[in-house]
T-cell receptor, first 113, second 109 residues
Framework: EADIYQTPRYLVIGTGKKITLECSQT?????MYWYQQDPGMELHLIHY???????EKGDLSSESTVSRIRTEHFPLTLESARPSHTSQYLC????????????FGPGTRLTVT | KNEVEQSPQNLTAQEGEFITINCSYS?????LHWLQQHPGGGIVSLFM???GKKKHGRLIATINIQEKHSSLHITASHPRDSAVYIC???????????FGTGTRLQVTL
């Protein structure tokens, strides 16, 4: 049973809209991540957090922002959506640094028209 | 050269065949992960290895730390095994994963 949740699962939105993708986990993990994945392509890290009030940009430049006010919640916000943001966004959490099992959310498939 | 290389990139097998997917890495690691992603779906963690061998049902994962190589085996493959299998490594105390490019497996009847 998945312990990491993402909403919405699918979202179609017009250019210029502000959107927030939600991610929550019930496992008490400090470490959480957002990945972007285009169809058939590798995962690219866009943001990560090592705990409350800790956020870092990932390897892929992104126009999104994140916040981590509570351990269980790691939302990702796009202030002004563009067609280039069309992609799948995957949230993940891990048990601890180095050796730790990873858990992935079901993903949010975003289409910006 | 990617730090994590997988082979083959694509694999088609008939139901019942024994399947092997390989992963080689070029960095020191603290753990290696095998992940599964069905078309249009999220990612499921199959194994986390730092040494030796692990088995779960029809899936077996092995790792050779000296040779920097891991294999994922599927015995008695079934069409429901059709998915992309991704090898990923975590290094030192860094909590980020470095992903391979994935192996797309198609199992036919």
């Amino acid at each position: 049973e998945a312990d990491i949740y993402q909403t919405p699962r699918y979202l179609v939105i017009g250019t210029g809209k502000k959107i927030t993708l939600e991610c929550s986990q019930t496992m008490g993990h400090d470490k959480m991540y957002w990945y972007q994945q285009d169809p058939g392509m590798e995962l690219h890290l866009i943001h990560y957090s090592y705990g409350v009030n800790s956020t870092e940009k990932g390897d892929l430049s992104s126009e999104s922002t994140v916040s981590r006010i509570r351990t269980e919640h790691f939302p990702l916000t796009l202030e002004s959506a563009r067609p280039s943001h069309t992609s799948q966004y995957l949230c993940a959490s891990s048990e601890r640094a180095g050796i730790g099992f990873w858990y992935f959310g079901p993903g949010t498939r975003l289409t910006v028209t | 050269k990617n730090e994590v290389e997988q082979s083959p990139q694509n694999l088609t097998a008939q139901e019942g065949e024994f399947i092997t997917i390989n992963c080689s890495y070029s960095v020191g690691i603290s753990a290696l992960h095998w992940l599964q992603q069905h078309p249009g779906g999220g990612i499921v963690s199959l194994f986390m290895l730092s040494s030796g061998k692990k088995k779960h049902g029809r899936l077996i994962a092995t790792i050779n730390i000296q040779e920097k190589h891991s294999s994922l085996h599927i015995t008695a493959s079934h069409p429901r095994d059709s998915a992309v299998y991704i090898c990923a490594v975590s290094t030192g105390t860094a909590s980020k994963l470095t992903f391979g490019t994935g192996t797309r497996l198609q199992v036919t009847l």
